[in-house]
């Protein structure tokens, strides 16, 4: 593994923080939780689009700028070094649009990547029930064939993040309910204007209205929005969840400026008895990049990221916790109620809930990667 910059990363990676500088918004930034808040990181998105930064790994064709992979670890290195917040855009640049870049048609990329990149359509993820959280295969919400050419949505999505403010969700749904557990399943994308949708919000433990319920009762869905093919919604969702745990939803940048932010914090409040913890915090988020640049140098190769993205998944979860833990204890009592710290704890709790839960990981790592039995 070669992690020397070529002159063109070097020359990348200047271009982009001098961007960054020059047009980054008022920091910090409101709470993209809210309905208010999220129309502000709408605009900025709407920014880095215009300027060309919003997605750089894509092709031009789709409002990317062709960089490579490295290049992007670069710029995600930068972004969070400017201070800036996660991206609202996040579920669709993230999570969806490497999936239709993968099982997509191509009609389906040329209408829906350049709407994503320039957030004129906003995605939330459409998976947890009221019944079947991190157990995705326990899904009831059923799509029914219409004769018009297309499916009826029926059933309720839980938890969606997001799903308050976005205009769009992708989810799973049984077509056959007949089918074993982890068949039978389609991967749709949904207009939430949809007749049939009722979309309402959810308030969440720090009081942002950033999760909503979302209902259906017979939406219709053109076969033009089935992502990977009928009854294939678990491979395609597996696709998906790929890049949720590993890659792209959680880049070694976000936790590289947290832990600067940590040293600076020890430095301003500094408590000898947490000296070793923060060191710790510092040397886990450069071992994230290291694993994370092994990642980038086998998907540089055409290899493809398995089961191990939930051992990444697992890491930054808890390295989430334990930095922001870290900073709160250097606080103290007085300082620790309030603030970004506390706010970023907030949100770092829910790290080993979501993108599956942190136990259903570990059996997975257990049982593919170490190949342990079942119990």
């Known amino acids: 593994m070669d992690l020397s910059p070529t002159p063109a990363e070097g020359a990348f990676r200047e271009d982009a923080r001098a961007w960054l500088a020059t047009n980054k918004p008022e920091l910090p930034m409101p709470s993209g939780e809210t309905a208010e808040g999220f129309a502000v990181h709408r605009a900025w998105e709407r920014r880095l689009f215009e300027g060309g930064w919003s997605v750089v790994s894509w092709p031009r064709e789709y ?37 239709i870049f993968e099982l997509g048609t191509q009609e389906q990329k040329e209408r829906l990547l350049p709407r994503m990149a ?21 899904i009831t919400s059923r799509a029914a064939r219409d004769d018009a050419g297309g499916w009826r949505l029926t059933g309720q999505k839980t938890w969606t993040t997001r799903g308050a403010f976005c205009t769009h969700l992708f989810g799973l749904f049984r077509t056959d309910p007949d089918a074993e557990r982890h068949r039978g399943m389609t991967y749709f994308l949904v207009d939430l204007k949809t007749p049939g949708v009722t979309v309402r919000p959810v308030d969440k433990f720090d009081g942002d209205a950033g999760f909503a319920e979302v209902f259906f009762d017979g939406a219709f869905v053109p076969d033009s929005d089935v992502l990977g093919g009928v009854d294939k919604g678990w491979e395609v969702a597996m696709a998906t969840t790929g890049s949720e745990r590993g890659l792209s939803l959680r880049s070694p940048g976000r936790f590289l400026a947290v832990v600067d932010r940590l040293v600076t914090q020890y430095r301003e409040t500094p ?99 170490l190949g342990l039995p079942r119990k």
Request: aromatic share 10%; hydrophobic share 45%; with cysteine.
């Open 118 to 138: 320039g957030v004129e359509d906003m995605w939330c993820q459409g998976w947890s029930e009221p019944g079947a959280g991190s157990d995705l295969a326990a």
């Open 63 to 99: 409002g990317g700028r062709d960089a490579t992979l490295w290049e992007w670890v670069i710029f995600e290195e930068e972004y969070y070094a400017a201070g800036l917040p996660q991206r609202v855009a996040q579920n669709g640049i993230f999570l969806l649009a490497p999936t």
């Open 271 to 369: 408590d000898p008895s947490l000296r070793s913890e923060v060191a710790d915090g510092w040397m886990a988020a450069q071992a994230y990049k290291l694993a994370t640049d092994m990642t980038v140098t086998r998907l540089a190769a055409g290899d493809k990221l398995g089961a191990e993205s939930s051992l990444s998944k697992v890491f930054w979860s808890e390295l989430d916790i334990a930095l922001h833990g870290t900073a709160l204890r250097l606080l103290g009592d007085d300082g620790a109620l309030e603030g970004p710290w506390m706010k970023g704890f907030q949100f770092a709790l829910a790290g080993p809930i979501y993108a599956g839960t942190n136990e259903i990981q570990r059996n997975i790592i257990a049982e593919r990667l």
